[in-house]
């Protein structure tokens, strides 16, 4: 089982509201990362970190931002939540060397925005 | 850069029959390919993986084949159950690398009782 978490799981705002998707894991892994899914959907990398104070946009375009100050700790934000930004994230962590090809999910974060 | 195809987008299969989904991949590069398994509401788990030095990996009743000249791989589900029933993604990159991950676009199997 993995040891990645994401709060909250369920969220209604709306437009216009700042809003923050944590995102913590206990692995130890250096390498993190967040996906946006529309449900059953394909999978589109948006952000992701190697290691600490080290964060990279991914291949789809997103108005969120993200940090990381700690290992285990990968938020992230949208400043001001727009009815496009309705969509499941996804936070997803992997280790290094041989192991770290596994790519390990939390479970979601389906946010609605009104 | 790497481009990963996925067929079909949805497979409805009766159950007790096999089912499979198959991908291709253009980096001949590539040398790891794992298949994600996502059930409803949750996030995807790594079901199986192959390296490019094997042709075929088993686990109960999931195979993967790899086919390297063809650059296509491809997930067999035998004897399949209910629970079976999900979103199955294939996936690329050269391995043990800082290279991301590059998804097919999804397979929804659907388990026919």
């Known amino acids: 089982e993995a040891d990645i978490y994401q709060t909250p799981r369920y969220l209604v705002i709306g437009t216009g509201k700042k809003i923050t998707l944590e995102c913590s894991q206990t692995m130890g892994h250096d390498k993190m990362y967040w996906y946006q899914q529309d449900p059953g959907m394909e999978l589109h990398l948006i952000h992701y970190s190697y290691g600490v104070n080290s964060t990279e946009k991914g291949d789809l375009s997103s108005e969120s931002t993200v940090s990381r100050i700690r290992t285990e700790h990968f938020p992230l934000t949208l400043e001001s939540a727009r009815p496009s930004h309705t969509s499941q994230y996804l936070c997803?962590?992997?280790?290094?060397?041989?192991?770290?090809?596994?790519?390990?999910f939390g479970e979601g974060s389906w946010l609605t925005v009104v | 850069g790497e481009n990963v195809e996925q067929h079909p987008s949805t497979l409805s299969v009766q159950e007790g029959d096999s089912a499979v989904i198959k991908c291709t991949y253009s980096d001949s590069a590539s040398n790891y390919f794992p298949w994600y398994k996502q059930e409803l509401g949750k996030g995807p788990q790594l079901i199986i993986d192959?390296?490019?030095n094997v042709g075929e990996k088993k686990d109960q009743r999931i195979a993967v084949t790899l086919n390297k000249t063809a650059k296509h791989f491809s997930l067999h589900i035998t004897e399949t159950q209910p629970e079976d029933s999900a979103v199955y993604f294939c996936?690329?990159?050269?391995?043990?690398?800082?290279?991301?991950?590059?998804w097919g676009a999804g397979t929804k199997l659907i388990i026919k009782p």
């Open positions: 192959i390296r490019s």
């Open positions: 996936a690329a990159r050269l391995m043990d690398s800082n290279y991301q991950l590059i």
């Open positions: 997803a962590s992997s280790g290094t060397g041989g192991s770290g090809n596994t790519i390990y």
